[in-house]
């Protein structure tokens, strides 16, 4: 930690701007790419991945791809039995990074999710953002995305730059048939959604955010961040966390959630139950972290990789800021 004298150290060759700030980029953007981050952990989720797709969950979906030349597989919520995606989850240092990112004292994972697209690929991952997926929303929200294979810009995740600050989300879609996932019209506005759009066709008004990635790379995005994909001829699997800060709640959705914890009894307003969203231990940083070769974030590398050292101002229920660090 940055006390300790132990600095961590953000990549992040998209920005080259010299004091950036990786945690305001990631509040103004919605989305920012941390070149590197998790090459120490390649094997380990590898690993998992392949378990995963030998041992699928109740959850496994190929979104409908069955007959393609690649599939499109998804699975989620396994990291209470694949060890490797436990271990990444409790041991790596995300919950440091998402602290950061989020300027959250404290850090609650949501889930696990493995995304697969087989070589031949042609399914595009549509245009959404997860929130109204959810059934915890809030300013205090990240996605860490880590492709453990090579993905070439044609291929790889593309997020729409300041999404997150729209005042309508986009309206969810079911990745199998591509109509609206509550059972709703997914092209009107209707329920506080706007209807899904392809920024391709708005390039003027519209930015679209998108890194060639190596394995260990990472794209963290906020859970209102519209983002897509194109298809891949080549494999590619990628594993992401998802996680919530101090100020995300429960929110009753209109309709179905994925992932659907059934009976999970929390209701409006409340914070995510912590023995079945357990808070991640800030604490740990592994020694990929901590690299010699350093664009550092901040003014100086005692605070640079602790983003969460910045005091973090709560607002309290009588409506007066309290300020409190760490
Ligand atoms: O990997 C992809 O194509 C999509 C990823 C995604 O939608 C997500 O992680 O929320």
Not at 189 to 208: C, K, M, R, T, Y
Not at 222 to 234: E, I, M, Q
Not at 293 to 315: A, E, K, Q, W
Request: aromatic share 10%.
């Amino acid at each position: 930690m940055a006390s300790s004298g132990i600095y961590a150290v953000f990549v992040f060759d998209h920005l080259h701007r010299a004091g950036a700030d990786l945690a305001d980029t990631f509040a103004a953007d919605g989305a920012v790419h941390l070149r590197g981050l998790f090459t120490d952990w390649i094997d380990t989720l590898t690993r998992g991945i392949t378990q995963n797709a030998i041992h699928p969950s109740e959850f496994f979906n190929d979104n409908g791809t069955t007959n393609d030349l690649g599939r499109f597989w998804d699975d989620y919520c396994n990291w209470s039995r694949i060890p490797e995606f436990e271990s990444f989850a409790f041991q790596s240092g995300i919950a440091q990074v998402a602290a950061g990112l989020m300027r959250s004292a404290t850090v609650q994972l949501f889930h696990d999710h493995v995304l697969v697209k087989e070589p031949g690929a042609s399914r595009h991952t549509p245009w959404h953002c997860d929130a109204p997926y959810y059934f915890v929303d809030g300013p205090q929200t990240v996605s860490i995305w880590i492709p453990l294979d090579p993905v070439p810009v044609e291929s790889t995740l593309r997020l729409i730059r300041g999404s997150h600050l729209w005042e309508e989300p986009v309206h969810p879609v079911d990745w199998t048939t591509m109509q609206g996932f509550y059972g709703d019209d997914e092209t009107r506005h209707s329920g506080g959604f706007q209807p899904a759009l392809d920024p391709d066709n708005e390039p003027e008004q519209i930015e679209v955010l998108e890194w060639a990635c190596e394995p260990g790379d990472a794209v963290a995005f906020h859970y209102r961040t519209v983002h897509g994909a194109r298809g891949s001829s080549r494999l590619r699997r990628a594993f992401s966390l998802r996680m919530v800060g101090d100020n995300a709640r429960y929110v009753q959705r209109r309709g179905r959630t994925s992932p659907p914890f059934d009976g999970h009894e929390m209701v409006e307003g409340q914070k995510l139950r912590e023995d079945w969203f357990p808070m991640l231990p800030l604490g740990a940083i592994s020694a990929n972290l901590v690299k010699p070769s350093v664009i550092h974030v901040g003014p100086d590398p005692d605070s640079v990789y602790n983003l969460r050292c910045d005091p973090v101002t709560h607002r309290n229920p009588a409506g007066t800021d309290e300020e409190t660090s760490p």
